[in-house]
């Protein structure tokens, strides 16, 4: 199949999905998973911000070594917050509920996913979740850190652990009916043609992170719905003060909680698989691998967790199984990255937004990947466990990886959402601003965290005062590359230019829809006879990758 | 079938979704997806289970002098009306397949009664529990479990309790806190699914279920029997491996 | 994929093994077995009628090959997460505490 070549100017948009109805009831009460896409859009943009909004007291307070913006229980508040809020409210629904929920019926060729409602439902869950937790920021706040280890949240801790810990329950429970809803479309409303190994390969990620989200989150729920009662009813499994067992909650915890990296990391990666091959405009390398590697991090990703137990009272002997299965995890990783590259090699690649992303994405990822072998081995571990290397590590994983995927994702398919262009001289603008303003936030910390800087003080010594300093001033200059994309897609949605279908000129089946898509995404249902991006012969394609005036203006 | 389904009109069904292609595809979506939230049902569960058996190996003699309180006659006799509300639910799915709707029904109702009855067989097992002050708690004011209110000397129920050897109060309130916590989950899933049987009653009585349209029905029929095989790991755990504590 | 109507006796049939395997390990737990057998044999009869409520009731014996990954797979994520979390507490005594 050949790229759709159409360079006219579109007629105004038809009947889509945005302007099918309106009203805010029928946003409300909407069926169509783009609409709950968009729900999902606002809402996490939200959090987003409120996370950001706690990053940015952090990097205050550590501007300086004393103690002087925050008191350290303030402090710890702070840290906390930004932890729940970014993780559970922000990073593990950001692709899969906007992009995922946008895109896995699209790219099947089904009207919506196998329960609209279910769909809905989520996203009700999610804002109970959020409303929950919110409530209990401003009542008073949660100090025990993302992780709520006991004995400290059971016994000790003066502060909502019980509130929070409810909304994180509630919140878990969008993220398994989003996924269960995810594996049952993949399986049963493909299109007719439209084999497995012809998905793109944006639905075998998404396909692995919901397996992680239904295996995964009710083990948690289950563990901090113990930990609350542990708290309430001085009854309980985990405090020693109770009779139980610490190194059980982190067990628990982790089980979860690891793989999570992975629901954060897996979409992102899909997304840049798409953006890798359609950038490059040829196929990815090793389709097959680069698919199965997806699920064998889904299944890796569930037998590492003890690394995050190595300084504990953890059996060396299981910290040695532990070390091992991590080494292993790097295994897909490293297939992934590999493939990309091979991807690129004589390829023509046109260097728009969406790509720069994708680009720092593989770098950062690097980066994040190979420092975690550090923390994967049992020995280094001990020198750098709870120092802000770790800090490093997994913001380059989190902000490097997942972000990046989101924040290219979002500028690739943002003509299919809105129906318009973003301007596309700020969006490489604002990608270059932000992959500089991370590297400069978080490159310090590793050398500080080395050097012994522990995480989670609102003090240091003075002699880390530079590190902080830098990554104070990196954190300034990330934040703002995070405005200038926030304004502009506002902007665009009105001023934007419209959109043509195919945009980007590709053979994906979302393509092959008007911009935005109406409700029922076909006019009829397709029928696939085509690869995953099977782009036209060499020659021609360098023609279409070159003669594209409207993005050769900057 | 295949042809049978070639030869209906595409949108021939008052119950297909408009989303959906044909009602094949939307049983089987409806059958995937609650196996899908029984493997969550399933992981949600494990981490009990896994708190269970760890803490059982750390603590036999514990584990056994507290099961042992536990009634094997009344557990005995809710695992008979568990099962007998399994299959009481496997003939509802079966009387809708076959389209007869009067034993559909009733099938229904008798399955929802025995789930009625296990749940008060089990309340009265917790009160069994309440009058011999064995609800785990430090907040419960003269909880004999408390280390406070044993130091004010308050005497402990110990005919009611026999601690075998090497057991102590701390533990055995640990084993009563992850038997109310197992079985009060179970018995929340139990009220979850009295509810949606009442819900398949109310419609199986308007006659919305038919050969062709049976998946609530059916997918109902698969969270029931879920609850079912919960319980019946749960009974021999809780109730019956503290017999032989001697042996691990 | 048509869908398999079991019949009203395979439904008996179970319904009677069940309550068999009910009695039998009520019977068991009073026997006083060697070793750890009460506990692997509570557990064995649990299991097989388990698998038999899946198999019949549920269906599973007449289903796809994808419902029979989907009960496999929990089966060995919860596998994971017991081996994993005990190979740490089976293996917490074999450093001897004097040494260190």
Redesign the interface.
Known sequence: MRPIESFEVPAPPRVNYINAQYGLKSWLLTKDHKRIALLYLGSITFFFFIGGLYALMIRLELLTPQGDLLQSTTYNKVFTQHGIIMIFFFLIPSIPATLGNFLIPMMIG???L???R?NLLSWYIYLLGGVITIYALLAGGVDTGWTFYTPFSTTFSNSYVVATGLGIFINGFSS?LTG??F???I???RAPGMTWFRMPLFLWSHYATSLIM??????V???IL?LA?ER??????FDPA????P??FQ??FW?YSHPAVYIMVLPSMGVISELIANFSRKNIFGYSFVAFSSLAIAVFG??V??HH?FVT??????GM??SFLSFAVAIPSAIKVFNWTATLYRSSISYDTPMLYALGFIGLFTVGGMTGLFLASLATDVHLSDTYFVVAHFHYIMVGGALMGYLGGLHYWWPKIAGRMYPEGWGRFSALIIFVGFNLTFLPQFIAGYLGMPRRYHAYPPEFQVFNVLSTAGASILGFGMLIPAIYFVWSMRYGKHAESNPWHLPGLEWRTQSPPPT?NFEV?PIVTWEAYEFAPREETEVVGKFRPELERI | MAIEATTQPVHGHRSLQHHFENMEQQREAGTLGMWIFLVTEIMFFGGMFLAYALYRSLYPAAFASASNHLDITLGAVNTGVLILSSFTMAMAVYFTQVGKQRPQVLCLVLTLFLGLAFLGIKAVEYHDKYEDHLIPGRLIPGNPFNPAVQEEGQPIDHHKLHLLPGATLEKVEMFYWIYFAMTGMHALHMVIGAGLLTFLIIFSLKGRFDPEYHSPVEVVGLYWHFVDIVWIFLFPLLYLLGRHFEHG | MSEHIVSVRVYITIFLVLLVGTALTVLAAFIDFPWRLNTIVALTIAVVKATFVVLYFMHVRYSSRLVWVIVASALFWMGILFALTFSDYLTRDWISTQTG
């Open positions: 089904a009207k919506d196998a329960f609209p279910i398994i269960l809803n594996i049952v479309t399986h049963t409303m239904i295996l995964g989150t009710p083990v729920a289950i563990t113990l009662f309430v009813a001085r009854v309980g499994i109770l009779g139980g067992d190194v059980l067990h628990l089980f569930f037998l967790w003890g137990l009272s953890q059996s060396v002997y299981a199984i532990f029922e249902t």
